[in-house]
């Protein structure tokens, strides 16, 4: 039986030419490998929040600066794309021309990154002589129509991924779409879980993830000199480890991959023959009696509400949560005491939009406030 791989890249592994170079290397080496996933040019998801929330004398001159980001690129790789690159980037002109800029706007915008990233790597892969195909991952990935952080229709996905050509294809994490065409995004990080979902779908043998280290390490290699790589991990250390910080896997991306008896493995697009992380998903035996790893998680919000009703009474914080859950907000840790919950929501939590719904949301908060200070 032939073996099917899905591979996924993150944004530093297609933010330059060479990394680019690279990823053909790559996907020269191993015919296994059915589809590949690519995240947006490394910066640009940033720069297009960035964009949305910029005033419209400055977004002219960001608009410019995407442009130039990829133009640079496809210039240096010998692609003739430039219109094809243009044609892309003027939907923002349509897309920012109103006064307001709704949570579906924001996804259509945010998708941008990812259309470019597809449309370079593929048309250099093409320019190389592979046979590849670049297919929209919204004609694939449906989801619902939660804006910014879309929960995937399971069964829908399968059912359009059975459709595939037997070339090797490209296509966009992060995005997705409603079954009316609409499109979506999965949150902050989504491309990791885009890329399981997409391996879940076909029933591969392995997703492979390629970022700018060979792996997971006891502590982020960034902070420290000490950090060491680490072999093997079970699928409940990796999914402790992303949700509390480790930025090379999003939280979400265990799940499915547990479901199909998916394995992982975590690599460097880089060095890709150096030794890697395996995430082992079959066998979840504790690998060793010690501490995995040391992780930390940044961006984290904190929310206090205080009322003199908690005293002695019963159903204060199921209130709480039936209004939290009105408003799809994931909590990651809690505190209580007599009179005070204090509560934290990350970046992660909020989703593609990276807002803080305490901040933005006023329904939230005078729903909350009707009983308690916020």
Sequence with gaps: MV????????????????????????????????????SAVGGVTNSLVNLINADQAQRPILIQELLNIHLKIAQELNLSIDDKIKKEVARLDQLLNTDIIDKEKIDNILSLGEDLSSLLVYSFLNLQGIKIDLIDIRNYLITDDH??????????IKERMQNLSTNICITQGFIGSTLDGKTTTLGRGGC???????????????????????????????????AQLIDELNFQEIAEMANF?????????????????????????????RNSTLINIKDNKSLASRISAITMRSGQVLVTITSLKML??????????????????SIDLIITSEVKVALTIDNISTGSHARNPFIYNQDLLNELKQFAEV
């Design 3 to 38: 073996r099917k791989i899905v591979v996924k890249f993150w944004g530093t592994s297609v933010k330059t030419p060479e990394a680019i170079r690279q990823v053909a290397k790559i996907l020269r080496a191993n015919p296994e490998i059915k589809i590949v996933v690519v």
């Design 147 to 156: 804006f910014g952080k879309a929960a995937p229709e399971i069964g829908i």
């Design 192 to 226: 990791d879980y885009s890329a399981a979902l997409i391996a879940e779908a076909i029933g591969a043998d392995e997703l492979l993830i390629y970022t700018d280290v060979p792996g997971v390490y006891t502590m982020g290699p960034n902070t420290t000199d000490e």
């Design 245 to 273: 910080g480790a930025k090379v896997l999003h939280p979400a991306t265990i799940e499915p991959c547990v479901r199909s008896r998916t394995g992982v493995r975590i690599l460097s697009t880089f060095e890709p023959e």
């Design 312 to 329: 002695n009474a019963y159903g204060f914080l199921a209130n709480i949560f039936s209004i939290l859950t009105k408003y799809k907000i």
